[in-house]
């Protein structure tokens, strides 16, 4: 692709677009399409690759061994996933975001060779970690630099492209690592990886073309450490709390102090520091402090409900785990088509506070729905609530990371996106670990009522039985399993919808600001003070 490339961005003023020019991807569309090809394929990099290992993970602890590890393979990949988000975000915005997501690209795709190559436990751990690492910069890099080319009045049109990645990745994943385990071996499952990362490396390579950014700044060592700190602190303690170890247990109490204490250490630095990680003056303006709380309610919901709703129908309805991720269409499906008609209404209105309100209404009555599921429940029945809490993501999942990405500057872009992308991750962390705390908690409190001692042994160390062993349980006691399960979903569920409740409280005090390229203001409206100067043209 030639160099002179353009995308024109609006100039900067209130909110309007530069005159005379076209809004972004009508001036050059092919070459914005390559683009966003190349970035979709590295956002479906980042999302595919745990849905994919984790259908392997039984192929890989045969050969490998180590089965009392096995559970660091998926946290050591979150815990770097996780820690380096900001950090990628923040390089971004100082050195210039084409290197930086370049970068990690290929932090990934070494990561993903070296994972495949592993020959024992502990180097598989080692080399997931390595893989996180990059795969930290995936989603922040992806975000950020749609948010550099197009203004979020035409970022709509491409909603529906980052949820159908995402509803693909959910989908497929289990198919896809089911199917390459079979037929080619698990290490595959890690070398699908250098094809796609590849494609997507030499296009953007080609095609993008971004100013490059040097600032006097130092990189904020400290801030980096100490955020990470309290980072990893936080996942660990929401991943081994109540499985590893009692919530009450020394070490778990160890980790939230030293958690705690890290991210204290991390505010007050911000406040000192030349080049803060994540500069706090970020969070002055309103919508995106209220954006990343609804990020964290979305993330908390959204992964909670990916968990329970297969083992609901595997375990009550009886429904295959092969195709477990064919179960989440409903869910999925409404996600991606509301989030493309909310996408093409902001595009064309300019105006979406409409959104996260709906969503909000909708996430705690889908959520509500769901909790009253149980053993009696069809298939159609479900795959309804499901549809509405669908609808409900479909309204949040995209206009969160829009609605923050319109309330800062453009020099803050990158930590604006690291920033959501990082509430939404720890949502959907604590997500996991507090609904399925409820869940396991009232799937031993009804398997001991209703089976006895038999009960409570089957669930002593998982209150997840594999359509095997649910196989193999007497009738009574698959019986009891089942209501057992319909009573922890229904806990679940019920916390959810409690907790989707904030979304919607936030969601009210989100003001209507003009998204930039949307226009000027009419007369006698006054520019709100929590719109952000409108980015100028970049090369692209």
């Known amino acids: 692709m030639a160099d002179n490339t353009q995308v024109a961005e609006p100039a900067a003023g209130a909110g309007g677009q530069a005159e005379g020019q076209p809004a972004a991807g009508d001036k050059k569309p092919r070459s914005v399409r390559v683009v966003l090809l190349a970035l979709m394929i590295a956002m479906l990099l980042a999302m595919l690759d745990n849905m994919i290992v984790g259908t392997a993970m039984p192929t890989i602890v045969g050969e490998l061994g180590g089965l009392e590890h096995l559970s660091w393979v998926v946290t050591a990949y979150t815990l770097a996933t996780a820690a380096s988000t900001p950090i990628w975000g923040k390089l971004g915005d100082m050195y210039g975001r084409k290197g930086a997501f370049m970068t990690s690209i290929v932090i990934f795709l070494i990561g993903s060779a070296l994972s495949g190559m592993a020959q024992d436990m502990g180097q598989l751990i080692g080399f997931r970690a390595i893989q996180g690492l990059g795969a930290g910069g995936l989603m922040v890099g992806v975000m950020a630099i749609i948010g550099d080319l197009i203004p979020p009045r035409e970022r709509g049109k491409y909603q529906g492209m980052m949820a159908g990645v995402m509803a693909f990745a959910m989908i497929l994943g289990p198919l896809v690592g089911g199917t390459i385990t079979d037929h080619w071996g698990w290490r595959w499952s890690f070398y699908i990886n250098l094809p796609l990362g590849i494609v997507a490396l030499l296009a953007v390579s080609a095609v993008l073309h971004l100013p490059k950014k040097r600032v006097q700044a130092k990189i904020d060592y400290l801030g980096a450490g100490l955020l990470a700190l309290g980072i ?53 303006s309103n919508n995106f402090t209220l ?16 968990l329970f709703l297969p083992l609901y129908q595997q375990s009550v309805q009886g429904a295959s785990a092969t195709n477990s991720g064919l179960l989440l269409l409903p869910l999925l499906g409404a996600m991606l088509a509301v989030s493309m008609v909310a996408g093409r209404v902001t595009t064309n209105s300019g105006r979406y506070k409409i959104f996260p309100l709906v969503g909000s209404v909708l996430m705690i009555i889908g959520l509500f729905l769901l909790s009253q599921m149980d053993t009696e429940t069809t298939r159609l029945t479900s795959g309804l609530y499901m549809a509405v809490l669908g609808a409900g993501m479909g309204c949040l999942m995209q206009i969160t990371m829009l609605v923050a990405q319109n309330s800062v500057e453009m020099k803050d872009m ?51 039985l594999d359509a095997a062993s649910l196989a193999k349980l007497p009738a009574p006691a698959r019986e009891a399993y089942q209501h057992a399960v319909s009573s922890g979903t229904h806990s679940a569920f019920l916390l959810g919808s409690v907790i989707a409740v904030v979304a919607l409280i936030a969601a009210v005090f989100v003001k209507e600001v003009p998204l930039k390229g949307a226009g000027a203001p009419k007369p006698g409206e006054d520019e709100p003070r929590d719109a952000a100067p409108a980015p100028l043209a970049e090369p692209v």
């Open 414 to 464: 990158g930590v604006a996106s690291s920033s959501t992308t990082l509430f939404r991750t720890l949502g959907s962390s604590f997500g996991v670990a507090i609904m399925g705390a409820l869940f396991n908690h009232r799937v031993q409190d009804v398997m001991t009522e209703k089976a006895g001692a038999l009960g409570s042994k089957l669930t002593e160390k998982s209150a997840q």
């Open 232 to 284: 990893c602190s936080i996942v660990l303690v929401t991943t081994w709390g109540g499985t590893e170890y009692a919530w009450g247990s020394a070490r778990i109490m160890e980790l939230i102090g030293i958690g705690v204490a890290a991210l204290v250490g991390f505010v007050y630095w911000q406040t000192k520091a030349a080049a803060p990680v994540i500069p706090l003056h970020i969070f002055r």
């Open 291 to 306: 954006m990343s709380i609804i990020g964290f309610i979305t993330g908390f919901v959204m992964f909670g409900a990916v």
